[in-house]
């Protein structure tokens, strides 16, 4: 508990320098600290009720996070509709399955209420996914605010999300143009103790299974198994990342230690020695993934954010203002 102060206090004097070199608009701890003082309870409330009605949002809220943050940055892009002249991110084929819009629209008319025109959109992801990990389980951690939403969003531009057939190499090679280290990237795919996949995600795995009736390598007999039975119910069929698909816990990395990987994208994690060492590494330390999962996280929540006037605080998160 003391070390999470402690590293809390090392990122807070961090961003406050931050904030004193860009001035008073930047992103910071306390950036609604005077302007909408009640966010933090706001938030973490709403995102409680919303799981107790239904803890499997908290992983899609999760999701939501990183395909805001990785398309133009943290900047609620994901959040808008499509009109009748553009098609936004949201309707893109990788992007379909997420939910919790509605979530973030209470929220929203909820900050409205106490706070008009005050917390942007992409704060309110950014918050929300926070909470969501916190209380399935995972790491408490406060992230900087003040991001501001942006005034696109186009499908063209989630061709850019990772791939789940990408292998190790392709994973480094795509965080690392983003200013991730391996460490940092295997901690983020950590996210995937959380929810789940749709056979779509996952069926490239079976095929040689299918086609040839012999074991994919990588893949556990009695799990290669378990996903083609789980297929035969068509591509929108779902399954787990893990045993605790509600838990944020260190199960995920159990499960790639025992092939039952379920993404290539999570697989080859163990199975690449670049990568495997931190794999064990958070299957033996549940403390240390928590570590370095928020840490990255706070990293990746400030992702190419828009400040100041760079971006707008949208009325209704779904529409540019
Ligand atoms: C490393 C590269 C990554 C790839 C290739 C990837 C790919 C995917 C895919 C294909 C799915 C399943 C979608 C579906 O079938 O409906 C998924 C689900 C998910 N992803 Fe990732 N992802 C990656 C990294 C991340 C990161 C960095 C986060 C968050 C920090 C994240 C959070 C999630 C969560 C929580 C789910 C479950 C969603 C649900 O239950 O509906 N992923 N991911
Ligand atoms: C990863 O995939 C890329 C692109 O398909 C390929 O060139 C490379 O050889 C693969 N690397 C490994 C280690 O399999
Ligand atoms: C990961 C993934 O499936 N991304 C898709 C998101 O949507 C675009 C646009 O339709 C696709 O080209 C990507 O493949």
Known sequence: ?????????????????????????????????????????????????????????????????????????????????????????KDSPGNLSLRGYELIDNIKDELEDQCPGVVSCADIIAMAARDAVFLSGGPIYDIPKGRKDGRRSKIEYTINLPFPTFNSSELI???????????????????HTLGVARCASFKNRLSKFDNTHEVDPSLDANFASTISKTCSAGDKAEQPFDA??????????????????????????FDSPRTRGFVNGYAMNEAMFFMDFQRAMVKMSLLDVKEGAKGEVRRDCRKIN
């Open 244 to 269: 605790s698909r509600n838990d944020f816990d260190n199960l995920y990395f159990h499960a790639l230690q025992n092939k039952a990987g379920l993404l290539t994208s999570d697989q080859t994690l």
């Open 1 to 89: 508990m003391m070390f999470r102060y402690v590293i809390g206090a090392m990122l807070l004097m961090g961003m406050v320098a931050k904030g004193f070199r860009f001035g008073v608009d930047a992103v910071s701890m306390n950036y609604y600290i005077m302007s909408c003082p009640m966010i933090d309870g706001i938030v973490r409330d709403a995102v409680s009720r919303a799981l107790q009605d239904d803890p499997t949002l908290a992983g899609p809220l999760l999701r939501m996070h990183f395909h805001d943050c990785w398309i133009q940055g943290c900047d609620a892009s994901i959040l808008i509709d499509s009109t009748k002249d553009n098609t936004a991110e």
């Open 173 to 191: 090679r795509v965080f690392g143009q983003r200013g991730f280290t391996i460490q940092d990237m295997v901690a983020l795919s950590g996210a």
